[in-house]
């Protein structure tokens, strides 16, 4: 009994997940209308109305064109065999898929208020997860770290939903655990060997984790689908950038950045010890240049990324450890129409 309530107070704190916690955020989620959050201009079947990127649907038949077709419909063969344009028609979806990326990598376990990043990523995609099954959606997801990878098959059932939940709670306590365990021992370095150094390079001319999983995403989500990306986005590179790129042209994509306070604000002026479990160093906060100088670098950071998704029509959406996530969940699914 005592053991419980240790493990209830530290998950209170916003360090370490509990299934119990997510499953209490259903109740919350109700107040998330995904059904209707993205409208275009002409009716679609279905719970979601979405602007159109590439297919998204199933192959009906094939009918002469006419004037005001989308000529990215085209069937060319027909086309070309009979001499006069048609297009192809398409049954649209009664439901749409929904993709969760969660990024879980060790850099993420912070938090200077409330609680971690990795707790509000979760609970936030948890939100998201209930509400789009009450929607009627199949979800699917991506779950990384620094080491590996989970994949999570789309399905619309409320007990692969729930199972999802606990792959992101298992996943997250382990890497926990990890961390604390690897605080508490001492690392003892040894000489690089021309193995260790082969091994190395290899690594380094593979893809990062980052960008493995969302290669993965992209043989996952079929066009059409609703993509939530949650991560601090501190590992984008180029690679990364290629998938998101193919990513956005045929689904539409919500991207939410986990931040804390401490992201853009030093602690207050003094001296403070810093330790990564083996070493101590000490930094002091107090001179208003290197202050200025950390808050533009973290500033600068997210123009850029944001400039960047911008131009892939990604909604970029500040996440941080003291906001209420279900405001900003709603503020940032409310209906909006798009025009294609």
């Known amino acids: ?61 094939v009918r002469p064109y006419f004037p005001g077709d989308d000529i990215r419909n085209i069937d060319w063969r027909v086309t070309a065999r009979t001499g006069k344009a048609h297009t192809k028609l398409f049954k649209e979806e009664r439901e749409r898929p929904v993709f969760f990326l969660l990024d879980q990598s060790p850099h993420l376990f912070f938090g200077s208020r409330n609680a971690f990043k990795s707790v509000i990523a979760a609970r936030a995609a948890t939100l998201l997860i209930w509400a789009s099954i009450t929607a009627g959606s199949r979800i699917g997801a991506v779950l990384f770290d620094d080491s590996g990878h989970l994949e999570h098959r789309p399905s619309g059932r409320r007990r692969d939903a729930l199972s999802l939940m606990k792959k992101i709670t298992s996943r997250h306590n382990k890497i926990l655990d990890s961390i604390v365990n690897s605080m508490g021992q001492k690392i003892e370095s040894k000489p690089e060997s021309s193995e260790a150094t082969s091994n190395a390079q290899s690594t380094k001319d593979q893809q990062s984790p980052f960008a493995q999983s969302l290669a993965r995403l992209r043989r996952l989500a079929k066009p059409g689908s609703l993509i939530y990306l949650f991560s601090d986005f501190r590992n984008i590179d180029d690679d990364c950038k290629r998938h998101i790129s193919r990513l956005s042209q045929h689904n539409e994509i919500q991207a939410y950045l986990l931040t804390d306070p401490m992201d853009t604000q030093l602690p207050p002026p003094g001296n403070y010890s810093l330790t990564d479990g083996d070493s101590v160093s000490r930094i002091n906060t107090s001179a208003e240049l290197m202050r200025d100088q950390y808050r533009t670098a973290e500033t600068d950071r997210v123009l850029e990324l944001s400039s960047y998704l911008k131009q892939k029509r990604i909604l970029l959406q500040p996440l941080s450890t003291i906001d209420n996530l279900a405001v900003i969940l709603s503020a940032a699914n409310t209906p909006r129409v798009i025009v294609r």
Not at 7 to 31: H, P, V, Y
């Open 1 to 61: 009994m005592q053991q419980t309530s240790k493990t209830q107070s530290i998950s209170e704190l916003g360090i370490r997940l509990s299934i119990d916690e997510l499953l209490a955020l259903r109740r919350d989620a109700l107040a998330l209308d995904l059904a209707s959050t993205y409208r275009v201009s002409s009716t679609l079947a279905g719970g979601y109305r979405s602007k159109f990127r590439g297919r998204g649907m199933d192959f009906d038949e």
